[in-house]
């Protein structure tokens, strides 16, 4: 291919990563309160029952399969090389690209889709082997997974859309996407349940109706760039041929971390009623600040990356890695240490109504705090594994990944029998940890992480404003027994409080030992 007269600058302006940031975190943190309005619905119409548990399970499996084809290898191995397209050759060149991806993607997606249609009773098996013993949760939720399957095309093509546009700096829109899920799924709760035997089956069509809106939403704005994918299917085009190259080594190591999840699934369908569902809402809490935070900082930070790393700007890459964990750690450090202290009244305040009992309340808060010990870890590596994906270096993690799930695999073991569903949430924190600690050493060791200067005044800043912010919380939180009796308006008016006040005394800590804005916008590449 010939190269364009004008290739695209590597690198690009300083604050726009902070400002892209900023934009993805709040379109995210807006997804992610509507989502937790959709749990609350969810907690207040069907609580830990079986058939929530049936549910979950069939909205899990196209998600664990949405991860391996969109989020996860496909997004990893095709914004790298979309990156470079773009840097160095024509808009019709990679408009080319474009079609010819999601031809093939489209075509692979849709043989899925249709084998996972027809194979819904052995793939519930496969995930809940518990079930097999319940006919009736069993047939339940094989008749939801036929509606939600088709969500894994419509999702994955979707992904492929907010790929683009995040690589032409559009980041707002792929952001916000994910609200019309909640919306639709909240919509189906309220206004569907009534016209179905089995209420909980609005929740499958919900699922699939958000599919649909979520890819037709993406589109207009594709068509505005003139990327608005033709689909041409041609597995021997050279882009093509190199991302699926990428993916497969990417794809293995997506599939091991979920792996892990599907073997938290597997031994948890086996534990008590309501053990999925107790994981299921903790999880959910746990991954707040990922989401707002964590995966927006790793969504920005990857085609900036993969343009440094095309335009061999290698210090420019360096400070970008620098700053992305700066960032997850100003914000992961004190979630991380809230969603501790603040478990119980967190769970009682989002989903203790309805069908939602106090003994759920417990067992919930129980999980968050072992998920809330790997928050901190989960969102570095978020922004550590771009490092490698930019680099189109996708064995690495894989390499990591695998001694992780085996740990995993052994500590899940070695904790469920003392601590049932907890030992589940503290064996995937613990795996996490040892997951970034392998690829940051990775990094230092390849020489494309270096720390950059004022390192030990951040870190005192960080710790004293935790401190402090942990100080009041414990100092303010009333008892638990005292969250279970309020009704929603205090618990909401309490919550409240407590958040808004822990924020504001960490801001103040930062700002009182010298913190400033241009120090965040500083170390970008």
């Known amino acids: 291919m010939s190269q364009s007269a004008a290739p695209e600058p590597a690198t690009p302006k300083a604050p726009s990563l902070l400002r892209s940031g900023m934009v993805v975190s709040v379109m995210t943190l807006l997804s992610r309160v509507l989502g937790m309005v959709r749990d609350i619905v969810v907690a207040a119409y069907f609580g830990s029952q079986s058939e929530a548990d049936a549910f979950f399970i069939a909205f899990k499996i196209p998600n664990f399969l949405r991860r391996l084809f969109a989020e996860g290898a496909f997004a990893q191995a095709f914004v790298p090389v979309l990156s470079e397209y773009r840097t160095k050759f024509t808009l019709a060149q990679v408009r080319q690209l474009v079609d010819r991806v999601t ?14 249609v027809a194979g819904s009773p052995v793939l519930i098996t496969l995930f809940a082997p518990g079930f097999h013993d319940d006919a009736a949760k069993l047939s339940l939720a094989t008749d939801m997974l036929r509606i939600t399957f088709p969500y894994l095309f419509l999702i994955s093509l979707t992904a492929l859309c907010g790929s683009i546009l995040n690589s032409y ?4 829109v792929p952001a916000f996407t994910p609200v019309l899920l909640n919306v639709s799924m909240i919509g189906a709760t309220l206004c569907l349940t009534p016209y179905f035997e089995q209420p909980i089956m609005a929740l499958a069509w919900g699922v699939f109706i958000a599919g649909v809106a979520q890819l037709l939403f993406q589109l207009p704005f594709l068509a505005q760039i003139k990327l608005l994918p033709v689909p041409r299917p041609n597995r021997k085009d050279p882009g093509v041929k190199r991302i699926m190259t990428l993916m497969i080594p990417a794809l293995f190591g997506v599939s091991v971390s979920q792996i892990n999840l599907l073997l938290d699934t597997v031994l948890a369908s086996f534990l008590q009623t309501g053990s999925i569902s107790w994981l299921y809402y903790a999880d959910r809490l746990s991954e707040l600040p990922l989401g707002a935070f964590g995966i927006a900082i790793g969504t920005v930070i990857l085609p900036a990356l993969s343009r440094q790393h ?29 969603l501790l202290l603040l478990s119980e009244p967190l769970i009682a305040t989002l989903f203790h109504y309805g ?50 799930m085996v740990a995993n695999m ?16 503290l064996a995937t924190s613990l795996s996490a940890l040892l997951n970034a600690g392998l690829l940051w050493w990775g990094l230092r060791r390849d020489g494309v992480y270096h720390a950059q200067p004022g390192w030990p005044r951040f870190a005192l800043r960080l710790v004293l404003a935790t401190a402090a912010m942990a100080a009041l919380l414990i100092w303010l939180v009333p008892a638990t027994p005292d969250w279970l009796a309020w009704g929603w308006q205090r618990k909401a008016w309490e919550m409240t409080l407590l958040v808004v006040g822990g924020m504001l005394v960490y801001l103040a800590v930062l700002f009182a030992l010298g913190l400033r804005l241009r120090e965040l916008r500083a170390g970008q590449g």
Request: with cysteine; glycine share 12%.
């Open 103 to 116: 031809g093939t993607l489209g075509l692979t997606l849709a043989g899925i889709t249709a084998l996972g």
């Open 169 to 172: 700096g559009r980041f707002a």
């Open 310 to 338: 095309a335009g061999e700007d290698l210090r420019a890459f360096g400070r970008t890695m620098d700053w992305a964990v700066r960032m997850v750690l100003l914000v992961g450090v004190p979630a991380a240490l809230a």
């Open 355 to 404: 069908a939602m009992t106090d003994a759920d309340v417990g067992q919930s808060a129980a999980a968050l705090r072992a998920y809330a010990i790997g928050v901190m870890t989960f969102m570095l590596i978020k922004v550590l594994a771009p490092g490698y994906f930019a680099r189109q270096d996708t064995k690495t993690p894989v390499r990591i990944a695998i001694i992780c």
């Open 410 to 425: 052994g500590l899940n073991l070695l904790l469920i029998w003392p601590l049932q569903h907890v030992g589940l949430a």
